[in-house]
Every structure is written in structure tokens, then in C-alpha cells.
């Protein structure tokens, strides 16, 4: 299995651009999440999704963060306006959830970086 | 709900000691539990997980828990430290009848001198 895939591997922007990360989940898994991690904050969760549909936003910073999964296989997480403080590691993970054992496996994240 | 406490943020060990990286967890149903392990400019992987079987759980290399209800605690153990063990540690709970949500420790960053 490819396991998570993530893109861009990095991105550089300037404040007030739109920025999107792309996520592809494992095949079969039905549980996406996108966290989002900085020095000041540790790992931070944004949103997850279940089935393709949001079940919990509540940590999803402000407006200018919005979040999609239109199908099974694909997700992104858009920001627009961009900030400087947006600036972190973005990770996208999966999970196989009905099992019962809820772990989750990890893409190997976005570096974004908003000057 | 669910927290996760990780005592030590920077842990320093010698190469071929005891590795012992501390977690206590609080959460008001039974709970499942998680140590990942984060190298340099990667994501999380998992090492291991406690899922309400064997309260003594081996993972990958080499590293191994012990679920202990009584004081609430998942502290995550290795016999011997190896230079390549030099990494971010996260512990993590979910609910074990709640939803798939993991609550994160803030890490541990764990040293290996030579």
C-alpha cells in the first residue's frame, strides 16, 4: 500500500494568496483527518471526516480555513486569505474505523511556510 | 472527554540504557491508547497500541507498554537505546465506545548520547 499521500511536499507563499493541500487517503480507510502542527501548539486537530462527511470542524482556526472531501480517495483543505501565522506542518491521516482499534496512520505532511 | 499528560518534554538517555518515556491519561470511559514516533521532517508513526486485550503491548523496535489502570498510566519502555531511537514520542487516547478522535500528548523529544 502507498499509504497516505500528501501534496505539496512544501509551499511557499505570499500572505493573502489562496493555498491548498491535497490528501489522498488509504485505499478502504473511511476516516480522514487533517491536523495541522507548530512548535507554540503541538499537534492540533482541524477536522475530520467520516464517510466523506465533516463530523467535527471545531478545531478549524477561523473562516479563511475550509475543508472538502468529495469522494472516498480525495480531500484538501484550502486557505484563503493566507497568513503568516498559517505557517506549519499540515498533516493529513486515516483510519479504518467499524475495526474497533481507531488508529490512525499518517501522511508525511505539508511543510507551508507565508511570508 | 479525554486528555493526555506527557511528563518530560526532552528526555536524554546513553546509548544501551533504559528507555522509559512517561504517559498518564484521563479519560471517563475505557479507553484505547496509542504511542507514535515522529523521526526529523516526517509524519507520525504508530509504534504500538493498547486496545483493551493484553495490558503488556510490544511494538515495533523494540519498544513495548504497560496499561495500568489503577494509575492511569501508559508509559512506554525500551531495554536498550539505540542511536537511530532519537526522536519525537506522542502518546494518544480515544474513547473506546466514543468516536475515532485521538487526543495528542504534547511529545517528547528523546536523546540518545553516544
Known amino acids: 500500500d502507498a499509504g497516505v499521500i500528501q501534496s505539496p511536499r512544501h509551499e511557499v507563499t505570499e500572505m493573502g494568496q489562496e493555498v491548498t493541500l491535497r490528501c489522498k487517503p488509504i485505499?478502504?480507510?473511511?476516516?480522514l483527518f487533517w491536523y495541522r502542527q507548530t512548535m507554540m501548539r503541538g499537534l492540533e486537530l482541524l477536522i475530520y471526516f467520516n464517510n466523506n462527511v465533516p463530523i467535527d470542524d471545531s478545531g478549524m482556526p477561523e473562516d479563511r480555513f475550509s475543508a472538502k472531501m468529495p469522494n472516498a480517495s480525495f480531500s484538501t483543505l484550502k486557505i484563503q486569505p493566507s497568513e503568516p501565522r498559517d505557517s506549519a506542518v499540515y498533516f493529513c491521516?486515516?483510519?479504518?474505523?467499524?475495526?474497533?482499534?481507531?488508529?490512525?496512520?499518517f501522511g508525511p505532511g505539508t511543510r507551508l511556510t507565508v511570508t | 472527554a479525554q486528555s493526555v499528560t506527557q511528563l518530560g518534554s526532552h528526555v536524554s538517555v546513553s546509548e544501551g540504557a533504559l528507555v522509559l518515556l512517561r504517559c498518564n491519561y484521563s479519560?471517563?470511559?475505557?479507553?484505547?491508547l496509542f504511542w507514535y514516533v515522529q523521526y526529523p521532517n516526517q509524519g507520525l508513526q504508530l509504534l504500538l497500541k493498547y486496545t483493551s486485550a493484553a495490558t503488556l503491548v510490544k511494538g515495533i523496535n523494540g519498544f513495548e507498554a504497560e496499561f495500568k489502570k489503577s494509575e492511569t498510566s501508559f508509559h512506554l519502555t525500551k531495554p536498550s537505546a539505540h542511536m537511530s531511537d532519537a526522536a519525537e514520542y506522542f502518546c494518544?487516547?480515544?474513547?473506546?465506545?466514543?468516536?475515532?478522535?485521538?487526543?495528542f500528548g504534547t511529545g517528547t523529544r528523546l536523546t540518545i548520547i553516544p
Open positions: 479519560s471517563s470511559v475505557p479507553p484505547y
Open positions: 494518544a487516547v480515544s474513547e473506546a465506545y466514543g468516536n475515532e478522535k485521538l487526543t
Open positions: 485505499s478502504g480507510h473511511n476516516s
Open positions: 491521516a486515516s483510519s479504518q474505523t467499524g475495526g474497533g482499534s481507531y488508529e490512525q496512520y
